[in-house]
């Protein structure tokens, strides 16, 4: 059985490029998946099959391509992990139920991640040449003078 948790978001989008370039029906073929329309994805205001392009994420992560059947395990989520790598995932009905005994939690729109602030690189310390300390701010060491 494929895991995927090596799988990240560079891996989901060189999927989709290849997706992209071969069309639905040649990508889904050519991996031995079947369409499932309703378990779906959305990136750039288009919609992708979310099984067979994360089988095939899988394959750029550990060079093997997960098989239609490790997707189709109730224990792959692959809406859930869509999501966890920022994409809009659609499940169908039936996998978004919550477990008998248990009460879904709201669903709440993701909210956009604060702008970062720009990795300013530490300055280089002044070394002092004869007995190899920094030097202080008047760039006179301390110990030589």
Request: hydrophobic share 40%; net charge neutral.
């Amino acid at each position: 059985m494929a895991t995927f948790s090596s799988v990240t978001r560079q891996h989901i989008l060189r999927a989709i490029e290849e997706y992209d370039d071969r069309g639905r029906d040649a990508f889904v073929g050519v991996y031995g998946f079947t369409p499932t329309p309703a378990h779906t994805f959305e990136h750039d205001e288009r919609t992708y099959d979310s099984k067979a392009v994360l089988g095939v994420a899988h394959k750029y992560a550990t060079g093997v391509p997960a098989r239609p059947e490790d997707l189709i395990d109730a224990k792959c989520d692959d809406a859930a992990i869509l999501r966890k790598h920022g994409f809009v995932a659609h499940a169908p009905a039936s996998a978004a139920a919550a477990p008998a005994g248990k009460t879904a939690a709201p669903r709440r729109k993701a909210a956009s991640a604060p702008a970062r602030k720009a990795v300013v690189p530490e300055p280089e310390l002044a070394i002092c040449p004869t007995c190899n300390t920094a030097l202080p701010a008047t760039g006179i060491c301390d110990e030589c003078g």
